[in-house]
């Protein structure tokens, strides 16, 4: 039998219905069988239909609560997930309005006003949950390249990575990130991060070696374009760091300059958090040579420092607490280094009314095209061992 529409199906049902209900019982059957005949509809179904208890509908709902979300709000979240580097849910939700902002006003994203409240008051939870089945993991192993440096250790102090509680913006956590591959033999490249304790502003920069002089100008060119001065220095015992030439620069700049325990990573857990985050995620493993290469990752860190420091939320620890056996976290509200750096008392006016200046004028999908063109540039200096 031919499939029957359903508005084939409705003309039938009203052409039976009246003569159905003064029929008899024997009428009634050959009426059923007659329409059970043309439309497919079980007896069952029929009957109730042709006895007006249920009426025919065109599409039956399935049971329980009407969806909130519908696909085209997984679909414009998942678009948000993927400008935002796929953040979890925590950090998403509170970057959402910062990024849809910025998105919006470059001409990027359009959205109605409906998913467009959705998205800025979805919780984080919903959000995990919606993403769940498309987030992957990835894993990652490298080496280290720290090589003790022993003249100055008594002479700077030692800081530990919970000692952290009343830094300003401007005291600082540097460390180097080596591009080494599966060798540390000959030169290869670095890049010094520097992250600030305070607000979470970080800051990256590729070196030719590990030599003094490329990690101080990286310093200090570093210093001049973030939006505070150095206060205070805490680094590894590398001799890259652990040197006169730094040390008598943070003395004669009055910066308070002290060192981690050796051999103890979570002295510098800020630092190390942002190595993988900020450069292995993006850089990878991979060995890198010369000067070329070393413009190529720069170019790419110009990039990639506007759109971690301006829409890239951050958690920050504020306390732990000992339940039994275990040790509970507790962490404040994510945001942007951009956003706590405006919250700052202690940054001027005029640095935040430049900072509010540069945020405005970026378009965060934008910048994320021309990193991915700058990492596939970066590639092809890429060294094949």
């Not at 001049?224 to 943070?250: A, M, T, V």
């Not at 420092?305 to 939320?313: A, G, I, K, V």
């Not at 994510?334 to 750096?341: I, Q, S």
């Amino acid at each position: 039998m031919a499939k029957v529409t359903m508005a084939a199906r409705k003309e039938i049902m009203k052409r039976f219905e009246v003569a159905y209900r003064k029929a008899n019982k024997t009428k009634k059957g050959r009426i059923l069988d007659s329409i059970c005949e043309s439309t497919g509809l079980s007896r069952s179904r029929a009957r109730h239909l042709l006895s007006g208890s249920t009426p025919l509908k065109e599409n039956k709902r399935k049971p329980g609560r009407t969806p909130k979300y519908n696909a085209v709000f997984v679909a414009t979240l998942k678009k948000v997930w993927a400008f935002m580097d796929f953040a979890c849910g925590r950090r998403l939700v509170a970057g959402m309005s910062d990024m849809l902002e910025a998105l919006i006003s470059c001409g990027e994203l359009e959205v109605n006003e409906d998913i467009l409240t959705k998205l800025k008051t979805v919780s984080a939870a919903t959000a995990d949950r919606l993403l769940a089945k498309i987030k992957k993991g990835l894993t990652l192993k490298g080496k280290s390249t720290t090589k003790p440096g022993t003249l100055l250790k008594r002479d700077i102090p030692i800081r530990l990575g919970d000692e952290w509680g009343d830094a300003a913006p401007g005291f600082v956590e540097i460390d180097l990130v080596a591009h080494c591959g599966e060798t540390t033999a000959g030169d290869y490249i670095n890049t010094l991060d520097v992250t600030d304790i305070c607000t979470g502003w970080t800051e990256t920069q590729a070196v030719l070696n590990k030599a003094q002089r490329h990690v101080f100008a990286a310093l200090k060119e570093i210093e001049n374009r973030q939006p505070f001065r150095y206060k205070g220095i805490d680094s590894d015992n590398g001799s890259e760091f652990i040197n006169g030439h730094l040390y008598r620069w943070c003395k004669q700049e009055k910066i308070f300059f002290t060192r981690s325990r050796p051999n103890r990573k979570n002295d510098n857990c800020h630092v190390e958090q942002k190595n993988w985050h900020i450069i292995r995620r993006n850089i990878g493993y991979n060995r890198y040579e010369g000067q070329d290469a070393v413009d190529a990752m720069n170019n790419y860190y110009a990039m990639l420092r506007l759109y971690s420091n301006f829409f890239m939320p951050q958690a920050k620890l504020i306390g732990k607490i000992r339940v039994g056996a275990r040790i509970r976290k507790q962490y404040d509200i994510p945001k942007t280094p951009f956003r706590r750096v405006m919250e700052s008392e202690q940054i001027p006016q005029v640095t935040k009314n430049e900072l509010l200046e540069t945020f405005e004028s970026l378009n965060p999908a934008a910048l994320q095209r021309d990193m991915i063109n700058a990492l596939h540039q970066l590639e092809s200096y890429r060294l094949q061992l």
